[in-house]
Structures are given as structure tokens and as C-alpha cells.
């Protein structure tokens, strides 16, 4: 008999799951956010509460900070970006990944 650790090792179907989206992981830096043209700009001296402002001009962020690791389902601030916490408790909760955002398969 063979042994697992998970119910859910013998599933009947297969079943279809999502490639990781990127923005389920933070930047890699901890004070900065990856924008979607691939620069990295820091909230550290940002006036903007909501640290909106960082990506603006650079199509918005793609990545949170690792201080702030995850996106969360709301938008925060004047430009109508994502918000980034440490839970996302009060912002509507983790961002979820969908088919648009999936990286895509090589």
C-alpha cells in the first residue's frame, strides 16, 4: 500500500491550474517596487502615503516590495494602482490570478 500525504495525489481528472503570476511574488528588493517596464523604484522617501506614485510613468506596478510582499484586490491612491501590504486583511484581500495575468507558457 503506498503511503501519501495528500488527499489529493490520486485525483480522478486532472485538474486545471493557473502558471504563476508574477505579481504573487515581491520584487526581490525590500523598499522597492518592479514596474511593468522592468524598473525598480523605492517608496523610502516617496511623500505619497499609498506609494502610488512610484510606477507611474512606468506602466504601474508589477511587483510589490518584499517589506510590503503582497498585491492586494484593491486599488490605493490617486492613479488607481494596486495596493501592496503585508496581508491585505483591510484592502479586499490577496489579488487573485486570473488567465490575463498568467505568465505565459514557453
Not at 503582497?70 to 492613479?79: P, Q
Request: with cysteine.
Amino acid at each position: 500500500e503506498r503511503l501519501t500525504s495528500s488527499v489529493f495525489t490520486n485525483a480522478v481528472q486532472p485538474v486545471p491550474t493557473l502558471p504563476a503570476c508574477i505579481f504573487k511574488r515581491d520584487s526581490g528588493r525590500m523598499q522597492e517596487f518592479r514596474c511593468h517596464d522592468g524598473t525598480f523604484c523605492s517608496y523610502e522617501n516617496s511623500s505619497d502615503t499609498s506609494y502610488d506614485e512610484c510606477c507611474v510613468g512606468h506602466g504601474g506596478k508589477l511587483q510589490c516590495p518584499a517589506e510590503l510582499p503582497v498585491m492586494c484586490s484593491s486599488m490605493c491612491g490617486d492613479y488607481g494602482d494596486w495596493c501592496c501590504s503585508t496581508d491585505c486583511k483591510r484592502l479586499g484581500g490577496p489579488r487573485r490570478c486570473t488567465d490575463a495575468d498568467a505568465i505565459p507558457a514557453k
